[in-house]
C-alpha cells in the first residue's frame, strides 16, 4: 500500500476500540499526550461522538479496514471570541508512522475545517519531537511560541511549542462556523461519509 491509498472516512463511535489501540501506548509511555491515565473504550467513543457534533474526526484505514491513525479538531478555547479558532491532533499507530497517513489525515481535516468557515488550527507539540514538527511544516504549521515546563508527566516537566495554520485570510469579518453534520459532504470527495 502507497502512501497515499490510506483512505480516510468520518470516525464513528464504534471505532472507539481500534483509535484506544492507538492511543493508550502514547499515554502510557510518552509525554506527546499530557494525558496521565488512559481513557477507556467508552470514554473514547464518547469523545468521538461529543466532537462529531460540531468537529471533523477522520480515521485513516489500510487495505484491511484497519484503522491506522486519526486526526480530529476541537475548540481552541472556551470564550467566544475563539469561536472560529480550533486546535488540531492527529496520531498514528506505531509501524505505520513515518508512511503519510498523518499529512493525509491532516490536509482533508485542514480542508473540511476551511469549508466549515474556521479562520485557524493550532496544534500543541510535546518539545522534543521532530517528527511532530516535521509533520506539522509540511502541511503548513508555522511556529508561534513555547510554553516553558507547563506539562509534569513520567517524572519530568515537559515544554510545549504551539504551531499555527491560517486556513482562511484576515479582514473580513468571519462567517458563522457550520457544525460538522451540517457541511456538505460532497466537497470531500477523498473522505468517506456515513
Not at 137 to 155: D, I, N, Q, W
Not at 163 to 176: K, M, N, S, V
Request: proline fraction near 8%; charge should be neutral.
Amino acid at each position: 500500500m502507497t502512501d497515499a491509498t490510506f483512505p480516510l472516512r468520518v470516525a464513528s463511535a464504534e471505532d472507539a476500540a481500534a483509535v484506544c489501540a492507538i492511543y493508550i501506548p502514547i499515554v502510557e509511555t510518552t509525554a506527546i499526550s499530557f494525558e496521565l491515565a488512559p481513557p477507556s473504550q467508552g470514554e473514547m467513543s464518547r469523545r468521538i461522538t461529543e466532537t462529531l457534533l460540531m468537529y471533523p474526526w477522520l480515521v485513516a484505514e489500510n487495505d484491511q479496514r484497519r484503522v491506522v491513525g486519526y486526526a480530529y479538531a476541537g475548540p481552541h478555547r472556551a470564550r467566544a471570541a475563539y469561536g472560529w479558532s480550533v486546535d488540531v491532533t492527529a496520531y498514528v499507530a506505531d509501524g505505520m508512522r513515518g508512511r503519510g497517513v498523518s499529512a493525509r489525515l491532516y490536509r482533508a481535516l485542514l480542508d473540511i475545517l476551511r469549508a466549515q468557515n474556521f479562520h485557524a488550527a493550532f496544534a500543541g507539540i510535546a518539545l522534543p519531537n521532530p517528527g511532530s514538527i516535521a509533520l506539522h511544516e509540511s502541511v503548513g504549521f508555522t511556529p508561534v511560541g513555547v510554553y516553558r515546563a507547563v506539562g509534569y508527566k513520567l517524572a519530568a516537566w515537559h515544554d510545549v511549542g504551539w504551531w499555527q495554520r491560517a486556513l482562511r485570510d484576515g479582514g473580513a469579518p468571519p462567517q458563522t462556523p457550520i457544525p460538522f453534520p451540517e457541511l456538505d459532504k460532497t466537497l470531500f470527495p477523498l473522505v468517506r461519509f456515513p
